[in-house]
């Protein structure tokens, strides 16, 4: 099946109308007018084609969903960054105010992170603070950091209050190690010899006893 980018205005009319030579050059004349509109009509097709647009378009969408400079768009430094903010700028504001909100800013921007609520680690009441564990795509200069604490202030409950971020010194770098084990084990068998032995049997005990008594009675005399 031909789709609407593809299809073209002939194979569209009925066999009776393809017999006739002046309508087939009528829509033969028409077509390409029609296949450039056709083809324009890509351009309204936006979010279901986020991964296709150029960037000049994806910065339309980042100020449309309200991603703008002041709100961290400064530190969307690549288009697959901009991309996913705008995949997920719905949910992000949906969840504006909660730690989930902030843990979506953190993987938008690729940075691996946790987020430790005061009752978590014994802080002050309504703080939390940042672990940064990992920057995969970026450095953390100050300015970089202002932006993301800009971005953080955004998306946080507003009665939090950020303590601090604690960024963690990571280093990559590839080892090769091997190891190798070798055991043994020995076993010395001695001839068999016999320690104890135990006899059973049984015993059978029997006794009697005969008694005679003897009276004599003589004559009264």
Partial sequence: MNDIYSVSLLDLLPESLKRDPDMVALTKAIDP??????????????????????????DHLLYQFHITFDEGAGL?????EKRRFIKNAIQMHRLKGTKRALELVLEMLDIRGVIKEWFEYGG???????????????????????????????YKRKSAWLESIRIYLTNKGKMHLASVLQSGEEITVYPWQQREIETKGYARFGS???????MTVYPRG
Avoid: C, M, W
């Fill in 33 to 58: 007018e029609i296949q450039e509109i056709v083809e324009k009509l890509k351009n309204v097709e936006i979010l279901s084609r986020i991964d296709e647009l150029p960037e000049p378009v994806l």
């Fill in 76 to 80: 969307i430094t690549s288009i697959e």
């Fill in 124 to 154: 002050e009441p309504y703080h939390f603070r940042i672990d940064i564990l990992e920057v995969t795509t970026k450095g953390l200069s100050n300015e970089i950091l202002g932006l993301l604490d800009r971005l953080i202030e955004q």
């Fill in 208 to 214: 009697s006893a005969v008694t005679v008594e003897t």
